[in-house]
């Protein structure tokens, strides 16, 4: 079982939500962390957890983007294609990746260093064209931005380009 091992993970989260259903996302992104995705036998072993069907939660996973059925490369490149970012140049962003790295979307490089998604809104409206990559947000990007980007994290895996995303200070938000 995928987690048995994380006995003591899966029991604090457990014990924040009161309707066991309401610990379903954090259990999705455990297993995610533990595997790199979210298997199938995860996907049982949290329906038994919270008594619910695969099928509830396999349609729950499908739903949001920041999870993975399959696993992907060392870096996750997630273009946005909303309406703004599509109007300043995503599409022909996610063509010259498709070029530079010879993968579509959905696809993986030979050397499982990058998987290309195009995803929805992710939240930088005017800082387009934008990408995620893992949990870095890069923004206004262009081809000699995305090249300096994938130079980077092939080299040594973060690059100074990074811009977000941005969080209130605690401090703000009380």
């Not at 349609?59 to 696993?71: C, D, G, Q, S, W």
């Amino acid at each position: 079982m995928i987690f048995e091992q994380l006995q003591n993970e899966v029991t604090a989260i457990l014990a924040r939500y009161p309707v066991k259903r309401s610990a379903l996302l954090p259990l999705l992104n455990l297993a995610q962390a533990r595997e790199g995705y979210v298997s199938e036998p995860a996907m049982r072993e949290i329906a038994k957890l919270l008594d619910l069907t695969p099928p509830q939660v396999f349609e729950t996973v499908t739903f949001y983007t920041m999870f993975n059925l399959k696993p992907i490369g060392t870096f996750h490149l997630q273009i946005c294609k909303s309406l703004m970012c599509a109007l300043v140049g995503s599409d022909d962003l996610v063509a010259w990746i498709k070029n530079q790295l010879d993968i579509g979307p959905g696809q993986t490089t030979s050397d499982n260093m990058f998987t290309l998604s195009v995803v929805e809104c992710l939240g930088s409206c005017g800082t387009g064209p934008m990408m995620q990559v893992n949990d870095d947000y890069y923004e206004q990007l262009t081809e000699e931005k995305l090249k300096r980007i994938f130079d980077d994290l092939r080299r040594d895996g973060t690059c100074s380009l990074k811009s977000g995303p941005f969080m209130y200070p605690e401090s703000a938000a009380k």
